[in-house]
């Protein structure tokens, strides 16, 4: 098998296999999983001990969006066979969520309610927001349903019980054309720092900003407002999770570095602790190659050590541009003042670039009386800057609360070796393959890498739709 190192006969090993391995448990990887398991494929997925015990809500999404059969979320759960009695427990909110800079927080959700907001604080003028608005809208209805187009069109078999495409309305085919922009930031310049803050807080992306027609349906999306899981367990993870082990899947922890080989004809990853061999007609990178080939230097296994240092002879290795840094704040919900949101984006200077902590996401996650904050921003991958930068965010953060940090308890976040979801990486112009995201790096090998980078410009959506396409492309593989 070129490009994998073998594995040792000369060790003892216990091997098991598996038709799919899934490495790391990022949202990519658990629909795909989710996708495999419908289809009858054994499935297994190995996550870093600290990625797991950490706060729930740091793997969440920003923002929700859609929980209609026919929005991409929506039809992603029916894809993967999500029960209707769990799906009930997605919660439609009209507010997505408020935009705050000094002195104002605006109100972001139905489109008439939104431009009296934009015209209460004399952002622009109502009818001028509505137009641009309703554009946005309808930009974003088109775009929603290329992408449940291009699901059905990107496998060579049409996935079992893969909803219809969503059904365009008259007005669907209607696109925002840079003229409806410029004509609205002509009347009210203050517009255009306000999409490009939205653009950054909603899609992943590391420094160039995504293109206009991924912009319209990050912004246009919310205009529906947001979608939140409810109930004892109210994570989409964990609504994914549940349904991953009752296609009979399984989840495993990693504490340690790991070794990936051949065993056999078949890709196998064998644990640095425990020399367990977990062998896989199909092996799946779902974790940062970068984080994967760099994992070496974290280990005193010299044998895993130099293993990990040649993983880029078939790991393709693309430097982080950023990452997503996070505060963790954890106190009483009487904290909060009254009439604020679950999720802010934060604007320090509307007329400066929308990059670093001028931009700062804010969450809160509130259960029995005690509220856990999560504010980040993207800031360069160099960790030289990381203090300045959470001071920025937690300045960003005090200037919300009517009693500043008082009450306010910070919690440290642990950072996983390889299993991460902050890193940020522009995507390359060009990818090969049917599925942008998809990559096999060795012909003759059934492995395959989830880069997100491709996807990152549509925020969430663009991980449902990668992990999504992905199962149903290696589901047909493996048949």
Not at 172 to 187: G, K
């Amino acid at each position: 098998m070129r490009g994998l190192p073998g594995l040792d006969v000369r060790e003892s090993h216990r091997v098991r296999r598996w038709d799919a391995v899934v490495v790391g448990g990022a949202l990519p990887g658990l629909v795909a999983a989710a996708r495999l398991a419908m289809r009858g494929a054994q499935v297994l997925i190995i996550e870093e001990d600290c990625a797991v015990t950490s706060f729930p809500g740091l793997k969440e999404p920003f923002l929700m969006t859609g929980a209609s059969s026919d929005s991409v979320l929506g039809a992603c759960l029916t894809a993967i066979g999500v029960p209707l009695i769990d799906r009930r427990n997605l919660q439609s909110e009209p507010l997505a969520y408020q935009i705050v800079w000094p002195g104002t927080r605006l109100n972001f959700g139905d489109i008439e309610r939104t431009a009296q907001e934009f015209d209460c604080w004399d952002v622009a003028d109502c009818e001028v927001t509505r137009n641009l608005l309703s554009a946005l809208d309808q930009a974003s209805a088109a775009e929603g349903a290329r992408l449940l187009a291009s699901q059905l069109a990107s496998t060579t078999r049409r996935a079992d019980r893969a909803p219809r495409p969503v059904s365009q309305s008259p007005n669907s085919s209607v696109t925002l054309t840079p003229n409806h922009v410029e004509t609205a930031i002509a009347s009210a310049p203050m517009l255009a720092g306000l999409l490009d803050a939205q653009s950054r807080a909603l899609a992943d992306f590391g420094s160039s900003p995504p293109p206009q027609a991924a912009r319209n349906r990050l912004v246009g999306s919310a205009l529906h407002g947001a979608v939140r899981v409810s109930g004892k367990d109210p994570w989409l993870t964990s609504l994914l999770r549940q349904r991953i082990e009752a296609r009979h899947g399984e989840f495993r922890r990693m504490s340690s570095a790991f070794r990936i080989v051949q065993s056999g004809n078949l890709p196998a990853l064998v644990a640095e602790e425990s020399h367990e061999v977990c062998a896989a007609r199909a092996l799946i990178i779902n974790a940062p190659t970068s984080s994967l080939v760099e994992m070496g230097c974290h280990t005193n296994d010299e044998k895993t050590a130099a293993i990990a240092d040649s993983a880029d002879s078939w790991l393709p290795y693309s430097p982080p541009a950023g990452r997503r840094l996070t505060l963790h704040l954890r106190g009483d919900r009487k904290l909060l003042p009254s009439g604020i949101a679950s999720r802010l984006i934060c604007v320090g200077d509307l007329s400066a670039p929308m990059d670093g902590t001028n931009v700062v996401r804010v969450r809160f996650f509130d259960r029995d009386g005690k509220v856990d904050l999560l504010a980040d921003a993207s800031v360069p991958f160099d960790a030289s800057e990381d203090e300045r930068a959470f001071e920025d965010i937690g300045r960003r953060v005090v200037s919300l609360m009517p009693l500043g940090d008082e009450g306010w308890t910070r919690v440290a976040i642990p950072t996983p070796v390889w299993d991460r979801s902050d890193l940020l990486t522009d995507a390359a112009e060009k990818h090969s393959g049917p599925i942008p995201g998809l990559h096999r790096p060795l012909s003759r090998v059934p492995a395959y890498i989830l880069d997100r980078t491709q996807n990152a410009r549509l925020g969430f959506e663009g991980d449902l739709m990668l992990g999504w396409q992905a199962g149903d492309a290696i589901g047909s593989e493996l048949r």
